[in-house]
């Protein structure tokens, strides 16, 4: 079993990360935002990117770590109505600094800001 996101999850092209930001809708909750747009790769893609200001490099890969396992074991996925048969979404997670907050915490708010996309 597999207990990291495959390299085709990951958002690593300049262009993708400008688009998602260009075209996409933004949600925030307490220390981050989330900005989602959609895809025609029929499944989602994630990238995690800690503010410019967001502590030393192990705290920014702690919290990179963090949100990618976060995202991995979430059972349920972005899902507006019956889109997703045939598109998926790209999703970037801007952190921002400010207390270092517990796993249970990060994921709550990570559930909050999905809940806020899907329109709960």
């Given at each position: ?26 949600f ?19 990238i ?9 490099s ?14 991995r074991?979430?059972?349920?996925r ?9 598109t998926?979404?790209?999703?970037a ?17 990570f559930?909050?800001?999905l ?6």
């Open positions: 079993m597999r207990r990291s996101l495959s390299k085709e999850v990951i958002i690593r092209s300049r262009q993708d990360i400008d688009r998602i930001f260009r075209q996409g809708k933004k925030t909750c307490r220390g981050m935002r989330l900005i989602i747009t959609a895809n025609t790769l029929g499944f989602d893609r994630f995690v990117i800690p503010a410019k200001k967001y502590g030393n192990v705290q920014r890969n702690r919290i990179r770590r963090q949100m990618k396992e976060i995202f074991l979430s059972d349920r972005v899902v507006p109505g019956d889109e997703r048969k045939t998926g979404h790209d999703i997670l801007v952190v921002y600094p400010g207390k270092v907050s517990p796993y249970s915490l990060l994921e709550s708010d559930n909050e800001l809940d806020r996309v899907e329109g709960k």
